[in-house]
């Protein structure tokens, strides 16, 4: 495998599922970032993970609950959804660190989780 | 706060039709701005960049300038082919920052 993958590709859950998503890096990264996408709306961050520690929550309810336990794994544990939480879920990795001016870590996406909330 | 707007999509054009889709955004400092494409059933691409005022990025014959006097960073491409039909996000980040801030995205189709 190469880049980011994300498991599985496609999920429809029922309100009261307890689910996982994967998301998973080849790329050496040290951040990991999952971001949600909805039909007409923009890409919406909703964690980020540095060194494997949480540096960043976009008052992302509850019922997501991320878990980073490796630099190259992290997952996104699902509860209690509602319906308009249907949305591809995307994973990202890049290189966190300390920055030089006009230089970029660039973000990798995966190809998403394609979430359905019955 | 930051913010990014596109143009409404989606847009659909002929084969070899030159292509605009236009970004404007809302930031503090000097941010670093992006074109990132996202083709059917893939994750996202970065597609090209711009980190300071009146930089060009291009790549694939696409081709966007970092307008600072008029807060833009539109995309352009001389002649499009069906294989860039794909949605278009254009994102920026802050100076010294991780996180993006994304537009919306413009669906694009284009038609032999």
């Known amino acids: 495998e190469t880049g980011v993958t994300q498991t599985p590709r496609h999920l429809v859950m029922g309100m009261t599922n307890k689910k996982s998503l994967k998301c998973e890096q080849h790329l050496g990264h040290n951040a990991m970032y999952w971001y949600k996408q909805s039909a007409k709306k923009p890409l919406e961050l909703m964690f980020v993970y540095s060194l494997e520690e949480r540096v960043e929550n976009n008052s992302v309810p509850s019922r997501f609950s991320p878990e980073c336990p490796n630099s190259s794994h992290l997952f996104l544990h699902l509860h209690t959804l509602q319906p308009e939480d249907s949305a591809l879920y995307l994973c990202?990795?890049?290189?966190?660190?300390?920055?030089?001016?006009?230089?970029?870590?660039?973000?990798?996406f995966g190809p998403g989780t394609r979430l359905t909330v019955l | 706060g930051n913010s990014v707007t596109q143009m409404e999509g989606p847009v659909t054009l002929s084969e070899e039709a030159f292509l605009t889709i236009n970004c404007t955004y809302t930031a503090t400092g000097y941010p670093s701005l992006f074109w990132y494409v996202q083709y059917p059933g893939e994750g996202l691409q970065l597609l090209l960049k711009a980190t300071k005022a009146d930089d060009k990025g291009s790549n694939k014959g696409f081709e966007a300038t970092y307008r600072k006097e008029t807060t833009s960073f539109h995309l352009e491409k001389g002649s499009v082919q069906v294989s860039d039909s794909a949605v278009y996000f254009c994102?920026?980040?802050?100076?010294?920052?991780?996180?993006?801030?994304f537009g919306q995205g413009t669906r694009l189709t284009i038609n032999p």
């Open positions: 990202a990795s890049s290189q966190y660190g300390v920055w030089v001016t006009g230089s970029y870590n660039e973000q990798f």
């Open positions: 994102a920026l980040r802050e100076e010294g920052a991780q996180k993006l801030v």
